[in-house]
């Protein structure tokens, strides 16, 4: 019923301490502002984001919470077709958000081409293997920040604020 109506859950949980269960849905065009989030709190922009990950679900989810942020959001699953976009129509991009890992081009091998097309343009790495992402000296110039999935909205909403201030 939730992604009938394009909305999104949000599940935390933890142990001995509970669950916590967000339901999102999207804003009406004339409800959407670049005001934080009221009930939330979280920061909103409307930048234009572009969204990398191989798993569909991942990226529908991802896309509609960045949505629900303000954000205007292009998504590729795959680092080929990312680069693709970033030379098209996503050529006025104000962020990259990719997963490390995925087939074919990995999110450290965008990072790293992306250098070749700006070196301006801020990246956002997530992996839900923390441990096993090594970074050369070239994309750290290009990686901004690292997240850990799954990826919760509040603190990605922050992140992204962080990363383009």
């Known amino acids: 019923m939730i992604t009938s109506h394009d909305g999104v859950l949000d599940v935390k949980s933890e142990v001995g301490a509970g669950s916590e269960f967000t339901v999102f849905f999207p ?14 709190g979280v920061p909103r922009g409307r930048e234009k ?8 679900d991942i990226v529908k989810m991802t896309a509609s919470m960045l949505q629900y942020l303000g954000y205007t959001v292009f998504t590729a699953t795959s680092g080929e077709k ?16 990719s997963d490390y890992s995925m087939p074919g081009m990995s ?16 990246f956002i790495l997530c992996s839900g293997f923390s441990e096993s992402v090594v970074l050369d000296e070239n994309t750290k110039r290009v990686i901004r920040k690292f ?16 990363v383009l201030s």
């Open 107 to 122: 999110g450290t091998d965008l990072a790293a081409e992306i250098i070749k097309i700006s070196q301006d343009l801020p």
């Open 49 to 56: 984001i572009l969204f990398v990950d191989d798993e569909f």
């Open 147 to 162: 997240m850990s999935k799954p990826l919760d909205m509040k603190k990605l909403a922050v992140v992204i604020r962080e």
């Open 27 to 40: 804003c009406t065009e004339d409800e959407r502002g670049i005001a934080d989030d009221p009930v939330l």
């Open 82 to 97: 990312a680069l693709e976009m970033l030379h098209g129509e996503a050529s006025d991009i104000d962020l990259v958000i």
